[in-house]
């Protein structure tokens, strides 16, 4: 593994997760790291041992081996970091088959690296994987945005035909009635409707 500096910009990460049952290429890795970005590096030999302090170390971005030499692979490891605490993670791997290719992109991970790993192309995929992981952060937290929004919607109109149906009212006498205690009592009209539809019986 070349270790040679490189002027390639990449933003300090300050927890990296190294996880390689090879020895002599972990230090290689924790080398470039610590030197480049400064990086708190951990090296674990088998994915079991990462995803055991997975929760308390806090990774910000985790380099995987495929193929380790006992236990859970490298795959199914970085499956279940995105199951359990998402963090950019990039996967080693000294094959070229693009069955592994497929295997890393349905399994969530960010970035692709062939062994021997030079310094340049590391600190390159890094940059790229953490962007790709920022814009699939920001991706999932507007689709659970749309999905609150459309949450919020349809208990509003469940909502307002409760009162239309038990206080005799138009669609915009109810709208502006759950407005007005949304308002009275700050309260989200979600929280409002949710009130109404739980106290219809008594209407």
Do not use: W
Request: one cysteine or more; proline letters at 4%; a neutral charge.
């Amino acid at each position: 593994m070349s270790d040679q500096p490189s002027a390639t910009p990449v933003e300090p990460a300050q927890c990296v997760f190294v996880v390689e049952d090879e020895s002599l290429v972990a230090m290689g890795l924790q080398r470039i790291l610590s030197r480049e970005m400064k990086a708190e590096v951990h090296l674990f030999a088998t994915a079991e041992a990462a995803l055991a302090e997975l929760e308390r170390l806090r990774p910000d971005l985790v380099l995987m081996d495929i193929k380790l030499g006992a236990g859970m692979d490298g795959l199914a490891a970085s499956r279940e970091i995105m199951e359990r605490r998402p963090c950019p993670v990039i996967v080693t791997t000294a094959f070229t088959d693009d069955k592994y290719l497929q295997e890393a992109v349905q399994s969530h991970v960010f970035g692709y690296l062939v062994k021997p790993i030079v310094a340049r192309q590391l600190l390159s995929v890094m940059a790229l994987a953490r962007s790709r992981f920022a814009e699939f952060q920001r991706l999932r937290e507007e689709n659970e945005t749309l999905r609150d929004a459309l949450e919020t919607r349809k208990l509003v109109e469940k909502a307002k035909g409760v009162l239309m149906q038990k206080k005799g009212l138009t669609e915009q006498q109810a709208y502006d009635v759950m407005r007005a205690q949304s308002q009275k009592q700050s309260r989200p009209m979600r929280d409002v409707a949710g009130s109404i539809l739980g106290a219809a019986d008594f209407l």
